[in-house]
Each structure stands twice: as structure tokens, then as C-alpha cells.
């Protein structure tokens, strides 16, 4: 359809796009990594990380030293061009001043290409150190037997969080939240980090605003409720609660 032409795909969100572009062929040179390689900073764009600290936040002096994982930070001419009234979301993304926090973690290559490993809010702290999920999800997920994977944090934030994967088996899976050991091996052995249970769901929640970013959030919460032995169909009082336990342990 487009002989003539280069097909790209950009990274960047509401507050700066484009952030960064990469091709096809820039993907398949890329190849496998810890996270999602969406490229170079396009034009007029610099990119900096906010390295990540042992409680999962990203309080660190701004930085572009290769292979550091932390909060993604923008700085560009068109960074929140008419993008107003947002206070709160502003004084937040904006501790630095002129560069813009994404909000997104990942980390750059010794080529200048980055990687997005996940969201700040999802990063899972454990007794050996933070961890981001996207590389892990990726990994479990070349699993024949699994179609999509979610890597969350079970426990207090800040403190031993153990990690959980919650997947989505092929060709569907029974209404049963804890994974057979046969799977749950599996995913342990391709995990490539420690992991302490595995469960098993008919379909994942995303985010509301873009149906396709899953909302590991929701899914921690369900999980933690599941392995302190509550139901896997808890009916929760407020709405939120609700679409989260129907998107999480039933099918929509």
C-alpha cells in the first residue's frame, strides 16, 4: 500500500507527541531487551531519566547514562504546548524545572534508543531490589500456552513486595484463579526473577482512556485479595471496585 514510503510508530503521550519514532526495521535490528524499544528522540527533543530509588521512587538527579533505569523525563519546544489547568498533574511532572515527567519508566541503550519498561505507579519493589515489569511480561509471554501475562507487586508498597503474575492462558482458561504447576513452572523458568505465585484469569482490565494498556493496579489489588484467600468474584461496594472484579475474574 505504501511503496514508497517508511513506516514509523512514535512514542509520546498527551502532554508531548512526538517523543520519539523508530521503524520496522529499527525494531527487528533492536531485537529483544528489557522493555519496549520505541527509538531515537525525533528532532528538537532531549530525553533524561530520573533514576529509580530502592522504595520505587524517582527522586534522582536527571541523567542519560546508557542502561539506568528510571522515570522518563522530556524536554522539548512542544512539551504541554495548550495543555492548561491541570495544576496538580503540572507541579507533579514539572519538579524539574523545563524538562516534563512522563510518568513512564525505562531506561536508554549505548545507541541513544529507549526503552520503556513499564509505568512508575506499577514498578514492584521486592527484598532484592526494584523491578519493572514490561521486560518480565514479554518474556512469559513467548510462552506457547500463555496469551498475555501482567507482573505486579503483592504487599505494602516501600516495603518486600513479592511479585505475582496473572495470565491469560491459550487457548482460554477454566474459572479458576491458581495456575497448575505445569504452568506455574513455566512461567517461573521464563520469568528469568522470583516468582511467588501465578494466577490464572479469563481476561485482563486496561485503562479506561486507551483499551489497551492493562491496569496493574486493579490487578494487584485482585491478586492480593485472592492469595489472602478471598473470592475470586468479590463484589466490591464502589463502582471502580466493580468493573475492576468483573474485567479481572470473569470474562466481559
Known amino acids: 500500500m505504501l511503496p514508497s514510503a517508511e513506516l514509523h510508530t512514535p512514542y509520546g503521550m498527551t502532554e508531548a507527541l512526538p517523543v520519539t519514532t523508530i521503524s ?9 531487551g528489557n522493555g519496549v524499544c520505541v527509538g531515537r528522540p525525533v528532532a528538537g527533543v532531549e530525553l533524561a531519566l530520573s533514576p529509580l530509588a530502592t522504595n520505587g521512587t524517582a527522586d534522582g ?6 542502561d539506568l533505569t528510571g522515570e522518563i523525563c522530556v524536554r522539548a519546544a512542544h512539551v504541554k504546548d495548550r495543555y492548561d489547568r491541570l495544576w496538580a498533574t503540572e507541579r507533579d511532572s514539572s519538579r524539574n524545572r523545563g524538562w516534563h515527567r512522563t510518568s513512564d519508566v525505562g531506561h ?42 501482567a507482573v505486579v507487586g503483592v504487599g505494602p508498597r516501600g516495603t518486600a513486595q513479592v511479585v505475582v503474575v496473572v495470565v491469560l492462558e491459550n487457548p482460554g482458561s477454566r474459572q479458576r484463579p491458581l495456575a497448575e504447576s505445569a504452568l506455574t513452572a513455566a512461567v517461573r523458568s521464563a520469568a528469568g ?60
Open 108 to 149: 536508554l541503550d549505548v545507541d541513544g534508543r529507549l526503552w520503556v519498561e513499564g509505568r512508575l505507579a506499577h514498578v514492584v519493589v521486592t527484598a532484592r531490589g526494584v523491578l519493572t515489569p514490561v521486560g518480565v511480561e514479554q518474556r512469559v509471554a513467548t510462552l506457547a500456552e500463555v496469551r498475555e501475562a
Open 193 to 252: 526473577v522470583d516468582v511467588t505465585a501465578v494466577l490464572v484469569v479469563p481476561a485482563l482490565p486496561v485503562d479506561i482512556r486507551h483499551q489497551s494498556k492493562i491496569d496493574r493496579v486493579r490487578v494487584a489489588a485482585w491478586a492480593e485479595r485472592v492469595l489472602a484467600g478471598g473470592s475470586a468474584h468479590h463484589r466490591a461496594d464502589h463502582r471502580a471496585d466493580h468493573r475492576a472484579d468483573h474485567r479481572v475474574g470473569r470474562r466481559p
Open 24 to 32: 520496522l526495521p529499527e525494531i527487528e535490528a533492536a531485537g529483544d
Open 61 to 66: 538527579t536527571l541523567t542519560s547514562v546508557p
